[in-house]
């Protein structure tokens, strides 16, 4: 009997041995963790480089790298991701590696720009950018002086405009009118009433017939199927205070000669 209780207790001195030295090697292999007042981590709660996590509960889990925590699931304005940080909530947070600047609500809004190789990942109602950089605007229809740069290009699917490549000049309402220029290379893909450009620049008039002074350059190309005139590769000056009716052909109207 005694020695089968001599025996147990050799037993139980060589897994505790065991135990401490598998305690000690984790030990070694975890630089270092820091642990919070609850299973929940909150804003200002920093893990450094290889800590671990491994709260199961409702706290989100990090492996690698740097971690800030936030207020809520949500990340809000102000609250920044450092290269190589992932959030792995589940919850409607979003999920990003590399830099992420996050908006006051899922709709990004005017002065919110995503910087370049920055991606948001919100399934909601607001824009998706891939590459490049990207100024949202006020609403989903974009206004006179909302510029986008090369490059760029918004994929709402709302009544905004889409724009692919070169710069695109937004303007007061879906039908151009006069001083509103497009640039070279820049196109307007508007499917309202407004004019379609394709190539070269196009001042757009007054009205939709051409009157005195409203000129066109050479490759500029107004398409619209409406009441107004189209024109072709070459250059065009309207004769002053003349109202060209809608039967004089391209060549007459090439030949008119006015006052310079």
């Known amino acids: ?30 630089s270092a963790a820091v642990f919070f007042h609850s299973s929940k981590p909150t804003e200002g709660d920093d893990l450094r480089s290889s800590t671990r996590i491994v709260s199961k509960g409702p706290g989100r889990k990090r492996r690698n790298g740097a971690a800030v925590f936030f207020r809520s699931s949500k990340p809000t304005i102000g609250d920044i991701l450092r290269s190589r940080t992932t959030i792995v909530s589940k919850a409607p947070g979003r999920r990003r590696q590399g830099a992420a600047v996050f908006f006051r609500s899922s709709k990004p809004t005017e002065g919110d720009i995503l910087r370049f190789r920055t991606t948001i990942v919100s399934k909601g109602p607001g824009r998706r950018s891939r590459k490049g950089a990207a100024v949202f605007f006020r609403s989903s229809k974009p206004t006179e002086g909302d510029i986008l740069r090369s490059r760029t290009t918004i994929v709402s699917k709302g009544p905004g405009r889409r724009s692919r490549k070169g710069a695109a000049v937004f303007f007061r309402s879906s039908k151009p009118t006069r001083g509103d220029i497009s640039r070279s290379r820049t196109t ?43 024109k072709g590769p070459f250059e065009t000056i309207v004769v002053q205070n003349l109202k060209m009716s809608p039967s004089v052909g391209l060549n007459e109207r090439k030949n008119t000669t006015a006052p310079k």
């Open 1 to 30: 009997m005694e020695g089968k209780i001599q025996y147990g207790f050799l037993v139980c001195v060589v897994v505790n041995s065991l135990i401490s030295i598998r305690l000690l090697e984790r030990e070694k292999s975890v």
């Open 188 to 230: 307007i893909v508007s499917k309202g009433p407004g004019r379609r450009t394709r190539k070269g620049e196009a001042v757009f008039l007054r009205s939709s017939e051409p009157t005195g002074g409203d000129i066109l350059r050479s490759r500029t190309t107004i398409v619209s199927k409406g009441p107004g005139r189209r």
